[in-house]
């Protein structure tokens, strides 16, 4: 069954917990889709896993429309969430409006997230009929502003002014929150203060629902591990043992093997060399 924003609304109404996956192309969309995952996120994290950026900063509106086109071509039931990427929406309400009309008109995607408690842009593109997901606490592409990776709202003054983002985005329209590396009581507080579901990364087990990027608990990735990713599977290191096992067979002569080559009959053959003379 296709979910939609009201999944969302009624999980939380409900206390089922909401779950939720990167994914950047089709075939690992299509198998977290068929896993039953709630939602995928076409997240700007794709600069540092798929194109190998040290943040994601330099993606752009056409390396998620490109990535989002093939994650939606292969999910029939998650809701797909696209990221707005960095400066594709900051500058000015109009940008915003026109961005998040693209990223959905030609991904095919069901809602957009943005960074930060930029309420202006989440009022207006909701009005223009486009569900949208905020994102507080690590808002990776302010990380030059922030001065790094690092968790948000532990001193009284942040979790004060985090409560109230959280609050104001709700106010403007959001209709989930993604909470990244916040203390788990205050992730806690937030949830239990806002009606909107609250997406947990790395903000502790009381939020309405969870998202990890796939490729960290795939352990796929391995130039840095936050300290929030659980690694549910090891698949980078059986990637790595498949290639080198590869190698070795076909410098050994070992693959292929009759049984993924293609027969013609002898004649055939024959004949050819027959020509040949
Ligand atoms: O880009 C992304 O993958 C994200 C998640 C970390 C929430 O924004």
Known sequence: MKQTIVTFRDAK???????????????????????????????????????????????????????????????????????????SYQTSVYDAVVNAGRLIKETGANAVKLEGCLCAQIKAIVEASIPVVAHLGLTPQSVNAIGGYKVQGKEADAAKRLLEEAKAVEAAGAFALVLECVPSKLAGLITKTLKIPTIGIGAGDQC??????????????????PKFVKKYAVLGE???????????EVESGKFPSQEHAYDIPDEIINGLYGNNK
């Open 13 to 87: 109404k409900n206390n089922r917990k909401i779950t939720m996956l990167t994914a950047y192309d089709y075939s690992t969309a299509k198998l977290i889709d068929e896993a039953g995952v709630d939602s995928i996120l076409v997240g700007d994290s794709l600069g540092n896993v798929m194109l190998g950026y040290s943040d994601t900063l330099a993606v752009t509106m056409e390396d998620m429309l490109h990535h989002g086109k093939a994650v939606t071509r292969g999910v029939n039931n998650a809701l797909v969430v696209i990221d707005m990427p960095f400066m």
């Open 238 to 248: 059986n990637m790595k043992e498949a290639f080198t096992h590869y190698c070795q």
């Open 208 to 225: 309405d629902g969870q998202v990890l990027v796939c490729h960290d608990m795939l352990g796929m990735f391995s130039d840095y591990t």
